[in-house]
């Protein structure tokens, strides 16, 4: 859910049948829905004596091999580990017969979220394992948390910053429909959610982020009825929390560490390789580089050193009102365009999680880039990796003795907490 000023000012998407991913007004901005042609079930309307919750509840079991050894190939729906969430999984065929292997330093990819163009644009497919998962490190392990679930606004009508306000809705999506891409992904084990709760009404129930917006300053996005601003940023990270879980129990199944551990959106598309992992900073969490309003787009993709990747999903439970106050600069950057990329700085300064842009340029990852720069598909070879967007003839990548090498930003910036008090 990136949100940059200016991004409200583009056009949503609509569906098409081409499975381009089309080019809208704005180049950078916040995520829409449709931009490709969903294989989804009919939606109906969920009847369930359950309780409804916004951010779905910790498991009260854990997952076994067991279940994994199950779900190899298949769908294996499990028993309820949390009330008004079914669960699936999913796991890759074979994976659990093979020994252990990770590179140094030895990365979890976990894709997190609603997975919209993930269902089939082939080149975002592509982008994603041969620009991110190959060129970050060697031989990663792969997650994914996917939520297949229907969610629908409670009111068309309504802006951003109401309760009850959905940016992207989504039909639910059929197992069968994300399978190619988590073949094609290499995607080790999948766990896939259909919650209760599947409109704003109900989602905005549950969320702890309704804040009077002149107690904090805040001067857009939230209701002018009320004076209250809510979002749905907590749901959003519970995804990466949730995702968390496969992490560790991969790291207890195998008594080992992940040296990194990162989010990269199901609809993100990747024009460039990235930087490998072993040229960052271990102490430092790194986000997708940010527009100037409101850090937008921070939420991207971020990689994380292991140390800090439990803290930045604790948000999902832990974030409250007061945490908009954790330092001068978001106020100073975010009264204007309060998104949810505002509150995950806001948190990492509240927690002393020091944090910086990646170094590559802003348009990897990408999203509303069109067909021009993310195309639907492409031949995958040694020059086409290097990127096949409009740049690629005046900034282009380039091969060395060492790994592929891109234009990158001059600063990166590292963001800490002041040491002084509010």
């Not at 969903?38 to 009260?60: G, I, W």
């Not at 309704?210 to 749905?232: H, V």
Request: charged share 20%; hydrophobic share 35%.
């Amino acid at each position: 859910m990136a949100c940059t000023h200016l991004a409200f000012l583009c056009i949503g998407f609509t569906a098409t049948v081409s499975g381009n991913l089309r080019k809208p007004e704005c180049a950078h901005g916040n995520a829409t829905d449709g931009s490709i042609l969903l294989q989804v079930s009919n939606h109906r309307e969920k009847k369930t004596d359950a309780k409804e919750f916004a951010t779905p509840a910790l498991p009260v079991r854990k997952l076994t091999p067991s279940d994994w050894a199950a779900a190899a190939g298949k769908f294996v729906q499990i028993p309820s580990r949390r009330e008004g969430v079914v669960e699936t999984l999913f796991a890759k065929p074979g994976a659990l017969d093979q020994s252990f292997k990770c590179g140094t330093p030895c990365v979890a990819h976990c894709i997190a979220g609603q997975p919209r163009e993930m269902l089939n644009i082939k080149g975002l497919w592509k982008s994603i394992k041969h620009r991110l998962f190959d060129q970050f490190s060697e031989s990663p392990v792969v997650f994914a948390l996917l939520a297949l679930g229907a969610t629908f606004p409670s009111s068309p009508t309504e802006p951003e910053g109401t309760p009850g306000y959905v940016r992207s809705p989504q039909p639910e999506v059929n197992n069968e429909a994300i399978r190619p891409s988590l073949d094609y992904l290499g995607v080790d084990r999948a766990l896939l959610l259909r919650e209760a709760c599947t409109t704003g009404e109900c989602l905005a129930k549950g969320l702890k982020l309704k804040c009077k917006a002149s107690e904090l300053g805040i001067q857009q996005l939230f209701d002018k009825k009320t004076g209250i601003y809510s979002n749905q940023c907590e749901l959003q990270v519970s995804r990466f929390r949730d995702a968390l879980e496969l992490v560790r129990d991969y790291e207890a199944e195998h008594q080992m560490k992940f040296d990194w551990v990162t989010r990269p959106r199901p609809d993100v598309y990747f024009t460039r390789p990235v930087t490998p992992a072993f040229t960052l900073d271990v102490n430092s969490a790194h986000v997708s580089p940010w527009a100037a309003c409101g850090y937008g787009g921070m939420d991207w993709f971020y990689a994380l050193p292991r140390k800090h990747a439990d803290t930045v999903a604790e948000f999902s439970t832990g974030v409250s009102c007061s945490d908009f106050k954790s330092s001068p600069e978001i106020q100073h950057n975010c009264y204007n365009c309060p998104g949810c990329e505002c509150w995950m700085a806001a948190w990492m300064f509240a927690k002393n999680v020091s944090f910086t842009k990646l170094p590559w340029q802003w348009f990897t990852p990408s999203k509303f880039c069109g067909a021009e720069d993310c195309p639907a598909d492409w031949d995958v070879t040694s020059e086409s990796i290097l990127g096949v967007d409009s740049r690629i003839e005046h900034e282009p990548c380039k091969k060395t003795e060492g790994p592929l090498w891109c234009p990158m930003l001059l600063s990166t910036g590292t963001h800490r907490r002041p040491s002084v008090s509010f």
